[in-house]
């Protein structure tokens, strides 16, 4: 970006109001948050006749956002189409910020979120919720590998020596990964299909 356009961004009016805009939806998203911790999930309406709702929306919107970028980036790399390099990892970016949301999600949605690492350690293989759960993990290591090549070669960690060779390599196994990514992404959702 050229300075003139850095500039612009830092004295907008609408990039301010954008950024306060955003601002007041995360503050609303965290008393939400603590209020459903604080009360737990019957405020959220949720009951034995009724257990889905926005949470499971708000879950398989954020699933299929990444999928997406599963499948274009798996085209990318599998198929050779360097042409669209930079949308693939826009949509690495975008789908990293769907399953992180995925993540939020299923940690409001388990009630108890102190206890995040229980579908790591205690498998419960006959539980949808869990292998919901196993997945978002999957998908998310998956996306984390496909997107910290490009932390690593867009800002100063360049310089080192060591992240770029980690880099490079993340990059020479990223058609395997993308490969897994995008197989992965197809048994999870035919099975919740």
């Known amino acids: 970006m050229t300075a003139r356009v850095i500039n612009f961004v830092r004295r907008s009016p609408l990039y301010v109001l954008w950024l306060l805009f955003l601002l007041v939806l995360m503050g609303i998203g965290a008393v939400s948050a603590l209020h459903v911790l604080i009360n737990g999930l019957g405020v959220t309406n949720l009951t034995n006749q009724l257990p889905w709702g926005l949470w499971i929306t708000v879950d398989l919107s954020s699933i299929a956002l990444g999928a997406g970028a599963f499948t274009l980036s798996a085209a990318v790399y599998i198929f050779g189409l360097h042409r669209y390099e930079s949308i693939a990892r826009a949509a690495v ?4 910020l769907g399953y ?3 993540m939020l999600a299923l940690a409001m949605d388990i009630g108890r979120p102190d206890r995040f690492y229980h ?8 539980s949808v919720l869990w292998e919901i759960t196993m ?11 496909e997107f910290i090549p490009v932390v690593i070669e ?3 960690l360049r310089r080192r020596r060591i992240l770029r060779q980690i880099a490079h390599l993340l990059h020479r196994i990223m058609p395997v990964v993308a490969l897994f990514g995008m197989g992965l992404s197809l048994l999870h959702q035919s099975s919740l299909g």
């Open 135 to 145: 997945c978002v993990i999957f998908y998310t290591t998956v996306l984390l590998m």
């Open 93 to 96: 970016f975008v789908g990293l």
């Open 100 to 102: 992180t949301s995925a």
């Open 154 to 156: 867009s800002t100063p």
């Open 119 to 126: 579908p790591v350690l205690y498998w419960n293989v006959h």
